[in-house]
């Protein structure tokens, strides 16, 4: 089964995203967190949008879609076309995108405005499920037909992206950029072979069923778009790809979207204990193949230390041995995180965790405590007294009004002085102690930096100050 979001694969009941804070999302393409792109898609090229500025927007929108969060693309959009306007466009535009060979990245962002734009309503109720519908039997066949070669077909990831869209479960997609979902894993029960929808509940009836077929095969190769046009043609494939889903594993697969549903529920408030009980045995799952990102880890810290403690645990000890997974990328997000309570209780634990793990660097062993302290401790220091630096500056120039910076080397000293009395820090150590030395200088009209300094000045840890911090 998430997703870097990684990802998160799983099933939930959150809302989509309001529309009204889209504006800003538009406002900041270009900026250091939305990069320019140096050149434009190749599929808008044929695009007749001179003189129509709503669709140059789009254009210029989709072009970039690629690494905002699809929620943000769905806002951006309803916020730069007027609603009487929207199904047209959808119709002229989007549809000729879902539908063609771009890449994935650009589709799976069409998919979910199209998804979007009736959220609020009924999957059965959206005008577009049966080009959708259309085209998650077109791109799962050929992800099988791909599988069974022996191969594995990117489309895998937007059959699993449109097989979510099509069971109502869209919201889920929201937080998650394109270019994040395409490059995350999937699970094996979440492969193409296994995603199953009912053709009843899309195309009976349905006098859009022809359209869509024409639409969905309109320019493909005479091999695609038969097989986009048969209904039969899953019962052409050999039996070795037909995956029999038994009763008991489909009770694991809900039992871990329910896991998933929760840590997508941890990034936005703490967890009840009945919720933390469901979640912690399932965190082995959730992190073999990894479904979490980087991007979640920050969020769930500050909610939940204890739950981004096991997940940090869990996936030091897992991603050593998946080669297609970079343990630095987590690493340097818990050397982001700002200098709080949550994320001092964090470093504490796993840098007094002596569990031993593989070494990703060496191919020996090493412990967590030893990775988090070379790796992770040096950096964190860095970075939290550079965010304390711009928190003092925002408070002079009057933009806070709250006491985050006081409390923040309150607490860096606590934390540091803690640090010395386990002796994971050395007093005497130029390498350990320097910036810290200079920091609680700086900062000695604080009774909890002036005892540290003390301490770091005489190159020893010494409980008459420590007792003062």
Request: overall charge negative; proline content about 7%.
């Amino acid at each position: 089964m998430s997703i870097d979001n990684k990802l998160t694969w799983m099933s939930s009941s959150l809302p989509l995203t309001s529309t009204s804070r889209a504006s800003p999302l538009v406002t900041m393409a270009g900026s250091r967190f939305f990069p320019k792109s140096s050149t434009s898609s190749p599929t808008f090229t044929t695009q007749k949008v001179s003189g129509d500025p709503t669709r140059a927007s789009v254009v210029h929108l989709l072009a970039r879609a690629h690494s905002l969060p699809c929620s943000a693309a769905s806002q951006a959009f309803m916020q730069l076309v007027q609603p009487t306007a929207r199904f047209q466009l959808a119709l002229d535009m989007l549809l000729p995108l879902l539908t063609s060979s771009a890449d994935l990245a650009q589709r799976i962002p069409v998919s979910f405005i199209l998804y979007s734009m009736y959220a609020p309503y009924p999957i059965s109720l959206n005008p577009f499920k049966s080009i959708l519908y259309a085209t998650f039997v077109k791109e799962r066949e050929l992800a099988i037909e791909i599988s069974t070669e022996g191969g594995f077909s990117e489309r895998e990831q937007l059959v699993w992206v449109l097989w979510k869209i099509l069971k109502g479960d869209g919201n889920d997609i929201g937080p998650y950029s394109p270019s994040t979902l395409t490059k995350s894993p999937l699970p094996p029960e979440l492969r193409a072979s296994c995603l199953f929808l009912d053709e009843e509940t899309f195309m009976e009836n349905d006098p859009d069923h022809s359209v869509a077929k024409s639409t969905i095969t309109a320019g493909e190769p005479k091999q695609f778009a038969e097989q986009g046009a048969s209904k039969n043609s899953l019962s052409l494939l050999p039996p070795a790809t037909e995956t029999k889903i038994t009763r008991e594993v489909d009770r694991e697969n809900e039992r871990i979207a329910q896991a998933m549903k929760l840590v997508l529920a941890a990034r936005d408030r703490a967890l009840t204990l009945t919720e933390q009980r469901t979640l912690t045995p399932l965190i082995p799952h959730l992190t073999s193949p990894t479904m979490i990102t980087s991007v979640d880890l920050p969020p769930i810290v500050s909610y939940n230390p204890n739950l981004a403690y096991q997940l940090v645990v869990a996936l030091l000890m897992t991603l050593p041995n998946n080669l297609a997974q970079d343990i630095s990328v987590y690493l340097d997000a818990l050397t982001s995180l700002p200098p709080t309570l949550p994320s001092f209780d964090l470093l504490g634990r796993l840098l007094r965790d002596t569990s031993a793990i593989p070494d990703y660097s060496t191919g020996g062993k090493t412990t967590i405590a030893d990775i988090v302290r070379s790796e992770v401790l040096g950096r964190f220091i860095h970075e939290s007294i550079k965010w304390l630096d711009n928190a003092e500056r925002d408070e002079h120039e009057g933009l806070v009004s709250d006491d985050r910076f006081a409390k923040g080397v309150q607490n860096l000293c606590r934390f540091y002085s803690s640090l010395l009395k386990l002796s994971i820090v050395d007093a005497a150590s130029d390498a350990d102690s320097t910036e810290m030395s200079h920091f609680t200088l700086r900062h000695s009209r604080f009774e909890e930096a002036n005892a540290l300094y003390c301490i770091l000045a005489s190159g020893r840890f010494d409980p008459f100050y420590t007792a003062m911090i």
